[in-house]
């Protein structure tokens, strides 16, 4: 599995020969300006909740590639009244998909498309593949749920939101790293704007003391798992 940090919450996600986009916010990123959209594959896009900051690009890359947008019931079904395809979850449920099962888990937070038009109850992701597993947080405070995750899945990522404001701060996070028992994350949802600024030394210093690895991938760069 190699994944590629996008910029704020976007994911590039290759898995089992597909392309998995996550959450696109990247063509009104001016952190994420030597990303091109256009350049994007993507055999699904993987939508966790319906803020701007999550959805900008969504409609541009699926008219780009017909991938299948998977989210909530009611995200998916606003784009699917669109034109576009979609597959609706809800929370607790699980799908297997041709890379994988994919099951939509409990965030902390809230969901409106930036119309306004309801966007169901925010989630995360567990993604299941035949050799890795990891868990994308979404946008999220700190939950109790995050300890039901490691009892159906042995986790090789986590990615979690670190940049407090509207999500989990840092030392939250650390916590969240604790409930879902992995200690490997990729923080994202940090720096794109001003009240999600971090400081990245002490970042990654608070999560070395407590025994955990924090990657901050400059915006383009990949890790394979
Ligand atoms: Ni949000
Ligand atoms: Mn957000």
Not at 37 to 45: E, P
Not at 63 to 75: C, M, P, R
Not at 96 to 108: C, L, M, P, Q
């Amino acid at each position: 599995m190699k994944i590629t940090y996008l910029g704020h919450a976007a994911l590039g996600i290759e898995v089992d020969g597909k392309y998995l986009i996550v959450d696109p916010y990247i063509s009104a990123n001016p952190k994420a300006a030597h990303i091109n959209i256009q350049n994007l594959k993507a055999d699904f896009i993987l939508v966790t909740h319906a803020h701007g900051d999550h959805v900008l690009d969504v409609e541009a890359i699926a008219k780009n590639t017909g991938a299948l947008i998977v989210s909530n019931a009611e995200i998916a079904d606003y784009y699917a009244k669109k034109g576009f395809n979609s597959h609706g979850m809800n929370h607790g449920g699980s799908w297997n998909f041709d890379f994988g099962t994919v099951k939509y888990v409990n965030a902390i937070h809230s969901s409106a498309f930036p119309d306004g038009t309801y966007g169901g109850n925010p989630g995360g992701f567990v993604l299941e593949s035949e050799h890795k597993n990891i868990y994308i947080a979404g946008d999220t405070a700190l939950t109790y749920d995050m300890k039901l995750i490691p009892l159906r899945t042995t986790l090789d990522l986590a990615i979690l939101p670190i940049g407090s404001n509207y999500t989990m701060d840092v030392d939250d996070a650390i916590t969240a790293s604790d409930f879902v028992e992995c200690d490997k994350i990729l923080g994202y949802h940090y720096d794109t704007f001003g009240y999600i600024e971090i400081d990245h030394a002490e970042a990654k210093k608070k999560f070395f003391d407590a025994g955990k690895d924090l990657m901050l991938l400059p915006i383009g760069d990949s890790i394979d798992l």
